[in-house]
């Protein structure tokens, strides 16, 4: 005993002399020791007066720390200083820089660039997209000079005059929500006015048989496009993402007809959701001057879906929480996503969200039942953090309207999914994931059923699908899933889920997977000009594509860097709801005259359906066989 008080008496006079020379040089960084080493290193410290106790005690305080730790890594993980991500955030923004300053040297004003054949592409009306999309990620990153020369060539551009078909939710989302983002962050009059005078341009989209938009218009001749090949009139996505900007619009402006036509869109989709799903069909038709589905409706979250669900909880947000409608509409749909699209994989376990389309099991039958495609796409990643979303903003309604229980549940299935998103990139060859992964030929269980299974057998264990560290498997036959699609399209679904988990939960594990996949993308899509899309990530012979999409520039690289600034950049998820293109829009409120001009509490409500319990513990039905489409 004496000779450990001596021990401890010099190790405090080295620990004293230490600090003092430490005073004047600048601290080492920390080094991450896993929380094993430490338990098991101060269990190595203790003298119990017999050695077999001492070794025993030492062994069991490991065991235990072991197992605390597979469990709960991503709690005890190191937390990497603020400066350093401080300076991954530089590193993001030099990122875009060259990216941007690339498109400037070779492809201003044009649409993109395409950065190996040093050529331009315009299939975005011509007007500069990739300037005008990302006018608001140059006021957050504080690129003075380059927002100063955009906003020049947007004072040029005449939206009206425009003589071509111009698409008419790209040019919504890019455009518009461009606009009104940098309004937003710079106050300066002359965005304000062509995102007037675009809303104006864009106008006679509206003027179909049923009032929902168009494919294109041109608007000087004021013509519209109709169909998509091959599909309904009308796409669910295409009509249903444009409530956040001209909303935002009409509190600008004034003008009642940008909040109509918007309007309109989701008075037709209140009163055609599906009875059973709560969901709504990819296409309609125009039938009967009113909006009718497929009859044999397909029903994602992926391409043709993902935004309309999106556009419901964040019109909600954005009108500082004075559409009750859209606030009924989410909670009653995400309720049918979570029931009808999650399903889990037989290997590994992963959490996945799916299509399903509806079709006879046999020529003769008189029902439909829904056949899941089992692909992942990239797109139906925005999931997570939408799920994540409005568990933290809608933490305050009352128990009856969401339940703590529930809103907790909507957590865990966002941060599943967001690890099955984020494994996509992990298990690649790059470090990219491709554009669509299938569980399709391996195999999956709907997630309500098992998840019922697990509460109908006292919940035992994990419940199913909602695991976080799931270890990275770079073997093809036991990733649980094969590649569809081997092509990383620069998309910025899984970086925007990890920045709204990261925002809401505070949990580092999101920002620590966030940088994992900047560091693949410097490494694999960084070229001598700009940035670019991949083929084949996950193979050992990736190459760069032709093609840097503005979108790169506005969402990906944008949510890259509030992932890493320490502060939020005047960004909080309190104040602001982001479109569906990564663009900052402000949380308002409508006056009560604008509530009554508006018809606001006179708009068609049903309720939000059944409760997330009751849709679990529910059987799914199959459908009457009806007449087959028009046209199929």
Known sequence: MENDIEKAALLEAALESSSSQTAATPRRPAIRVPLNIVVANHASCLRPGRPMMRYLFAGVLFIVSYWALSLHSSRFTHVIPGYVWEARAADVRAAFQHAYHSYELLGFPHDEINPISNDTSDQFNGWGVSALDSLDTMAIMGLGDELERAVEHLKKLDFISHDRSAPFFETVIRYSGGLLAAWHLTKRPEILKQADQLGLALLPAFNTSIGFPSYSVNPATKEIDGPWSGHANFGLAESASCQMEYKYLAKLTGRTEFFDVAQNVMDGLAETQDPDNQMWSQWFYNEGNKPTPKARPQFSVGSGGDSAYEYLLKQYLLSGRSEPQMLEMYLSSIRGVITNLLYVSKQRGLLYVTDISYSKPNPGSKFLVPVPS??????????????????????????????????????????????????????????????????????????????????????????????????????????GYDVRVDRWLSRPETIESLFILYR?????????????????????????????????????????????????????????????????????????????????????????????????????????????????????????????????
């Open 374 to 479: 089992g692909d992942l796409e990239h797109l139906s990643c925005f999931l997570p953090g939408l799920l994540a979303l409005g568990a933290h903003a809608l933490k305050d309604l009352p128990e009856e309207v969401f339940p703590s229980d529930e809103r907790k549940l909507h957590l865990d299935i966002a941060k599943g999914l967001a690890t099955t998103c984020y494994l996509a990139y992990a298990d690649s060859f790059t470090g990219l994931a491709p554009d669509v992964i299938t569980f399709g030929a391996r195999g999956g269980r709907l997630w309500s059923e098992l998840y019922r299974q697990w509460e109908n057998g006292g919940k035992r264990g994990a419940a199913p699908g909602l695991k976080v560290d799931v270890p990275v498997q770079k073997d093809l036959t036991k990733r």
């Open 504 to 632: 809401v939960t505070g949990e580092q594990i999101w920002r620590n997977r966030g940088y994992e996949i900047f560091e693949a993308i410097q490494t694999w899509s960084r070229g001598p000009v700009g940035y670019s899309s991949v083929w084949e990530p996950d193979s050992p012979t990736p190459e760069r594509m032709d093609e840097m999409p503005s979108y790169f520039l506005a969402e990906t690289l944008k949510y890259l860097y509030l992932l890493f600034k320490e502060d939020d950049c005047g960004i909080s998820l309190d104040e602001i709801v982001f479109n569906t293109e990564a663009h900052p829009l402000p949380i308002f409120k409508w006056t009560p005259q604008e509530i009554e001009r508006y018809r606001l509490r006179e708009r068609p409500r049903k309720g939000s359906g059944p409760s997330l319990k009751e849709m679990i513990r529910a059987e799914r039905k199959p459908k009457p066989a009806a007449k087959p489409d028009r046209g199929a």
